[in-house]
Nanobody, 124 residues
Framework: QVQLVESGGGQVQAGGSLRLSCVASGRTFNMYTMGWFRQAPGKEREFVARINRSSVSAAYADSVKGRFTISRDNAKNTVYLQLNSLKPEDTAIYYC?????????????????WGQGTQVTVSS
């Protein structure tokens, strides 16, 4: 069992930045692919970014590419999501998730554990 706790959400104006953090329990954090998803009101949860175990490979949704950066610190069991140049359409609850699958994992069904989410609100 892995427990995830996100933090760092908040309310910012368009063009602003936030840094989300997600701390995972367990001693095998460095074995997992980590991902970030988001869910806006009335919409399905969507993939945002993921990073592999060694931080060599990362992938992003087209909507955030060039603005968001995912990173991880295995010594701290933490994954981060830097959100820059935020837009009102980035408003959502952001969730971090763990996948035990090795490879390109972007589907929600490929993730095994989820955090409770942190709210990001971007005003125009």
């Amino acid at each position: 069992q892995v427990q995830l706790v996100e933090s760092g959400g908040g309310q910012v104006q368009a063009g602003g930045s936030l840094r989300l953090s997600c701390v995972a329990s367990g001693r095998t954090f460095n074995m997992y692919t980590m991902g970030w998803f988001r869910q806006a009101p009335g919409k399905e949860r969507e993939f945002v970014a993921r990073i592999n175990r060694s931080s060599v490979s990362a992938a992003y949704a087209d909507s955030v590419k060039g603005r968001f950066t995912i990173s991880r610190d295995n010594a701290k069991n933490t994954v981060y999501l830097q959100l820059n140049s935020l837009k009102p359409e980035d408003t959502a609850i952001y969730y971090c998730a763990v996948s035990r699958t090795i490879g390109v994992v972007t589907a929600r069904s490929q993730y095994d554990y989820w955090g409770q989410g942190t709210q990001v609100t971007v005003s125009s």
